[in-house]
C-alpha cells in the first residue's frame, strides 16, 4: 500500500508556471512508476506524463511535450510537475498515480491515487 499527496496547485496567469508535488507514504517510491493525470470538468481523466521508477524514461502526452517536464527525488519518496507556459486548456485536477506495469498512460493500470490538486489558468 502507498499513499500519495499531491500539492503545489493554484491560481495562475496564462503564460505562468507551476511545480506540483507528489509526497509518497507507505512504501518506497523507487518501487513504482509513476504518472501524472488531470480531469477537468465533465471530461474524462486523462494521461498527462509518466516516468520510470530510476527517472532515466520520461513519456508526455503531446499537448504538455516541451512545456511540462516530470522529475522524481527517489530518496525523498517525490514526483516533481514543473508546468511551464501554461495555457487555460491546462485548466483542471492534477492527480499522481503509481504502478508496477510499466510506462503505461491508461488509468485503469494504475494501482494508486492521489487526491488531486487544483490547477487553474486564467486567460
Known amino acids: 500500500q502507498v499513499q500519495l499527496g499531491e500539492s503545489g496547485g493554484g491560481l495562475v496567469q496564462a503564460g505562468g508556471s507551476l511545480r506540483l508535488s507528489c509526497a509518497a507514504s507507505?512504501?518506497?517510491?523507487?518501487?513504482?512508476?509513476m504518472g501524472w493525470f488531470r480531469q477537468a470538468p465533465g471530461k474524462e481523466r486523462e494521461f498527462v506524463a509518466v516516468?520510470?521508477?530510476?527517472?532515466?524514461?520520461?513519456f508526455y502526452t503531446d499537448s504538455v511535450k516541451g512545456r511540462f517536464t516530470i522529475s522524481r527525488d527517489n530518496a525523498n519518496n517525490t514526483v516533481y510537475l514543473q508546468m511551464n507556459s501554461l495555457k487555460p486548456e491546462d485548466t483542471a485536477v492534477y492527480l499522481c498515480?503509481?504502478?508496477?506495469?510499466?510506462?503505461?498512460?491508461?488509468?485503469?493500470?494504475?494501482?494508486?491515487w492521489g487526491q488531486g490538486t487544483q490547477v487553474t489558468v486564467s486567460s
Open positions: 507507505g512504501r518506497t517510491l523507487s518501487n513504482f512508476i
Open positions: 498515480a503509481a504502478t508496477r506495469t510499466g510506462m503505461v498512460v491508461t488509468t485503469t493500470l494504475y494501482d494508486y
Open positions: 516516468i520510470s521508477r530510476n527517472g532515466g524514461s520520461t
